[in-house]
């Protein structure tokens, strides 16, 4: 039966990929989610932080704007900052008309504040369980509406197709020959691949997979380099790398050293709500230079009612480990958290590849500039989500422009072996030695030798066969690690110490492109 052209496929299953699938079905459209796990799992479901909105008494979508920028560190696409903070709100009022139970007080949505923002603009749901509520509310719209799901079915291999679109190639869980999608729109909202990185607060599916599918496939990836980390999880051996949220900071809890001095003032006058990069960078100068290996969130001067009723799930968890937020200080570290470049994308989700779409983390449009600021992230998802389905009902010709910095990599004709499989660890110890918080050339080079390496033992011999999973993890680490190399400067999350400064040859985007060797 010929499969009608209308009927877009959307892999992911996080925001973005629930949202695009619910607006494309109320747009007349018949979509179809592939995600490679459950539906229900997803970055989006361990969100705390919240979603940022211009809706208080004393906030407007300009204040919001100057916010996002001057937190991108001079690199944030004003349009795109423009869009995301003039249609948040209506992107909020969509998420209440679906059923997201926003925590109020007195009968107005409660906004609390988180670093960066100059106002409380943070809408939260159950407290710190933001993500699970949307997540969980958007989940039950899309099986409601009947929307046709394909739970572990793995995107593979995006290939050209005659006229201009692209075939999904993917394979199921439960084994079986590859399976070819043709003759209809692919949206990529496959999410970030901060678990790539040794230490991560992301679950083990964010591998970033969807960028190097893309890559291979031709599309424009941008600002790879840009890795966010997040200055506060959980830090005990044996314990899971549990995300402390922002907003306990921006309730008051202070950061202390091995020998309880607050430090941060020393490094920031917004102290411990300045942006996470000049956290991170704080924490690790603190533990060089008092010679531990741990620093602490106090939250003790918040009252026990507020922390319970505000971080239920962070409190949970502590009392799991041992720990009373209100009494004791709790041991935490920063780690790899959200992917700010990735597939690059126009302000309407087109990619450079005729057919193929993206949204929420795996895209890049400029709007986080070199440095996302908290509870963005969510809100990216429904607001370029809602133009991609727009899109996909009504689509238009263009595309993406090419940043000023490109550069071009032959493509890689592997060795076809499977001797990858041990690589997802590997790749995690080089990106978190050499393309971590603080990085260097020497490391960065090191990193790019081992990490094509393992590119070449999984990318097949044959154009036609799939690579290994293990290759794409290589390919995407490759990218980032390969555009940290080339970006000679100090600039948001990209800290380099034989660069440390900003450099205003260096003030843009930067992409890679994949071409063919003869060219
Ligand atoms: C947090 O809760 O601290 C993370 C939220 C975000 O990354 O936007």
Redesign the pocket.
């Known amino acids: 039966m010929p499969v009608p052209a209308r009927s877009p496929v959307i892999v992911g299953s996080g925001i973005a990929g629930l949202y695009v699938a619910l607006r494309a079905r109320e747009l007349g459209l018949a979509p179809t989610i592939l995600t490679k796990s459950g539906i229900d799992e997803s970055n989006t479901r361990y969100?705390?932080?919240?979603i940022a909105a211009a809706i208080g008494p004393d906030d407007s979508v300009e204040l919001h704007r100057i916010d996002t920028i001057r937190a991108g560190a001079g690199i944030v696409d004003p349009a795109a900052a423009t869009r995301l903070t003039s249609e948040a709100p209506a992107r909020i009022a969509d998420l209440v008309r679906y059923g997201v139970p926003f925590d109020t007080t007195e009968g107005r949505i409660s906004l609390g504040r988180?670093a960066a923002h100059s106002r409380p603009r943070i809408l939260h749901a159950g407290g710190?369980a933001t993500g699970l509520r949307i997540e969980e509310t958007l989940r039950a719209r899309v099986l409601e509406a009947g929307i046709d799901v394909r739970e572990r079915t793995r995107l593979r291999a995006l290939r050209p197709a005659g006229r201009g679109g692209v075939v999904a190639v993917v394979t199921r869980a439960s084994g079986g020959a590859a399976e070819e999608i043709a003759g209809r729109p692919v949206v990529l909202a496959t999410g970030g691949t901060g678990s790539l990185y040794r230490q991560s607060s992301n679950p083990a599916i964010a591998t970033g997979e969807g960028v190097a599918i893309a890559f291979r496939a031709g599309a424009l990836v941008t600002d790879m380099e840009f890795i966010?980390f997040?200055p506060?999880t959980f830090a005990r051996a044996g314990a899971p790398r549990f995300?402390i949220?922002?907003?306990l900071r921006g309730e008051g809890a202070v950061l202390r050293n091995a020998a309880g001095e607050r430090f941060m003032p020393r490094y920031d006058p917004a102290a411990e709500l300045a942006p996470r990069d000049i956290v991170c960078r704080a924490i690790e100068q603190e533990l060089r230079r008092t010679g531990t290996s741990e620093v602490f969130l106090d939250a003790t001067a918040i009252p026990r009612e507020r922390l319970l009723a505000r971080f239920p799930t962070v409190c949970r968890f502590l009392a799991e480990q041992g720990l009373d937020p209100s009494k004791d200080r709790v041991p935490v570290s920063p780690v790899a958290?959200?992917m700010i470049g990735g597939v690059t994308t126009d302000l309407e989700g087109r990619t450079s590849v005729p057919g193929l779409w993206a949204c929420g983390e795996v895209a890049s449009t400029g709007v986080h500039g070199a440095n996302?600021m908290?509870?963005?992230?969510?809100l990216e998802g429904l607001v370029f989500g809602e133009h991609v389905a727009r899109q996909l009902a009504h689509p238009s010709p263009g595309g993406p422009a090419s940043p000023p910095r490109t550069l071009q990599l032959p493509r890689v004709v592997g060795r076809g072996r499977d001797g990858g499989v041990r690589c997802f660890r590997e790749v995690g110890e080089v990106l978190w030695n050499d393309v971590g918080i603080v990085r260097d050339r020497a490391g960065l080079e090191a990193a790019v030798r081992r990490l094509s390496e393992w590119e070449l033992q999984g990318e097949p011999s044959r154009r036609d066969d799939l690579p290994h999973p293990a290759a794409n993890a290589a390919l995407t680490a490759g990218l980032v690690a390969r555009a940290a190399l080339a970006r000679e400067e100090s600039r948001g999350a990209h800290y380099r110490t034989d660069f440390p400064r900003p450099s205003r040859r260096w003030r843009c985007h930067q992409g890679i492109l994949q071409v063919d060797r003869r060219a």
């Open positions: 969100a705390q932080g919240g988180e710190d966010q997040h506060t995300l949220t922002e907003a958290h959200y996302r908290g509870s963005n992230s969510l």
